[in-house]
């Protein structure tokens, strides 16, 4: 069964570095979407994309993140500068359709964990 | 701001019971419905979901059930069994978005 994968599984940077989190969304997918969740708190929207280009983003999306999707399988999160309370487990996701017509596909996860 | 809300952090069923998962939503706006479930150290998995023009949906074990005038949902699981120990989350999106907005997840323990 084809699966969204992420990595690395665990990031650990210090505070005010750059990160990249890597996703390579199910390869027939056309909307990809990235969340958070913080520890003992919802999962939280980030950011969805589609054709290139962002589509919505929440609040919590602000300057300091960006993504891209380089090539035709990977889609990457940065963060420019990491805060401690940018620590969180984050979430790729991948849907074929819009949302409400195809459920989107959530990969593992990379911790990451800001010192 | 909550606007999804699973009150229950928990609960724990034996095993051929059922269990009973509610949510509730204040944004009315929102008229898609989904649950996910997710084991530790996974991503949230896809189980079921239901429109707002529906009262009920059914999936095998599973039936999710809508009642839009009390913004309010449930997911039954009939039995229960012990691999369905997991945290259920609930998740909503509006006809213009492409967000899930979730609640905080209820840990299900079905116990043998």
């Known amino acids: 069964e084809p699966e969204v994968t992420q990595t690395p599984s665990h990031q650990v940077t210090q505070m005010g570095q750059e990160v990249i989190l890597r996703c390579v969304p199910i390869?027939?997918?056309?909307?990809f979407y990235w969340y958070r969740q913080i520890l003992g708190q919802k999962v939280e929207f980030l950011v969805s994309f589609y054709n290139n280009e962002i589509s919505e983003k929440s609040e919590i999306f602000d300057d300091q993140f960006s993504v891209e999707r380089p090539d035709g399988s990977n889609f990457t999160l940065k963060i420019r500068s990491t805060k401690l309370e940018d620590s969180a487990m984050y979430f790729c996701a991948s849907s074929e359709t819009l949302p409400r017509v195809s459920e989107q596909y959530f990969g593992p996860g990379t911790r990451l964990t800001v010192t | 701001d909550q606007q999804v809300k699973q009150n229950s952090p928990s609960l724990s069923v034996q095993e051929g019971r059922i269990s009973i998962l509610n949510c509730d939503y204040t944004n009315s706006m929102f008229d898609y419905f989904l649950w996910y479930k997710k084991y530790p150290a996974e991503g949230p998995t896809f189980l079921i979901s239901?429109?707002?023009?529906?009262d009920k949906n059914e999936d095998g074990r599973f039936t999710v059930f809508l009642n839009k005038s009390a913004k309010h949902l449930s997911l039954h699981i009939v039995p229960s069994q012990p691999g369905d120990s997991a945290v259920y989350f609930c998740?909503?999106?509006?006809?213009?978005?492409?967000?899930?907005?979730f609640g905080k997840g209820t840990s299900l323990l079905v116990t043998p």
């Open positions: 239901i429109s707002s023009i529906k």
């Open positions: 998740a909503a999106c509006s006809n213009s978005g492409y967000a899930l907005n």
């Open positions: 390869s027939n997918h056309l909307y």
